[in-house]
């Protein structure tokens, strides 16, 4: 099992996150958000290349996330809210995610094989962020763009009663 540490660079994780290996060298960057002006995260190496993304698409009352590298679609992931518990499938990967908003923990299976958890962490820099732990074989692209996806669902859940009392909450003056 590797770790990894998905930090959120600002208040509530708008605009961009870094991943950090064990040592704290940042690694990759995540950038975009979702909700009604941005619909979508892009991950990003250190230096700036493309590498992958979450797109999210709204249907009738299920909303999908489309998940690629490189170009070529490697699943989508839709979630179910429990009582207790959420629940998601990324069909492309066949990836069972079962975890909790409200304690930002998760844990992703394939069949009984354990993909990654999640817990949330504060960072030397104060920044808070999730740790994941990742089994050895699994491509880190895939594990970055799923978790990343499942952050921004808690920062979202978050910033929500905010915008009901105030709409200008996120906007950036100059």
């Known amino acids: 099992m590797t770790i990894y540490y998905l930090l959120n ?24 958000r979702f909700g009604f002006n941005q619909d979508g995260l892009q991950l ?3 230096t700036g290349q493309y590498v992958g993304s979450v797109t999210q698409i709204r249907r009738k009352h299920l909303t999908t996330f489309h998940i ?4 070529h679609e490697i699943g989508q ?6 009582v207790w518990h959420q629940f998601a499938f990324v069909s492309g990967l066949n990836w069972t995610i079962l975890g909790s908003v409200a304690n930002n923990t998760y844990q992703a299976t394939h069949g009984v094989h354990q993909i990654f958890s999640t817990e949330p962490t504060i960072a ?6 999730l740790k994941l732990t990742v089994a050895a074989n699994q491509d ?13 669902w808690v920062l979202w859940s978050q910033r929500k009663p905010h915008h009901l009392m ?7 003056t100059n």
């Open 44 to 46: 990003l190496t250190i």
């Open 166 to 172: 105030d709409p200008f909450m996120n906007i950036a």
């Open 140 to 152: 880190q692209a895939d594990v970055f763009l799923v978790a990343a996806t499942l952050n921004q």
């Open 77 to 82: 992931m839709n979630r179910l809210s429990g």
């Open 124 to 129: 030397k820099k104060n920044l808070d962020g």
């Open 9 to 32: 660079q600002t208040i509530g994780g708008i605009n961009s996150q870094f991943v950090f290996d064990q040592d704290y060298h940042p690694i990759m960057i995540i950038t975009g």
């Open 68 to 71: 690629e590298k490189q170009g």
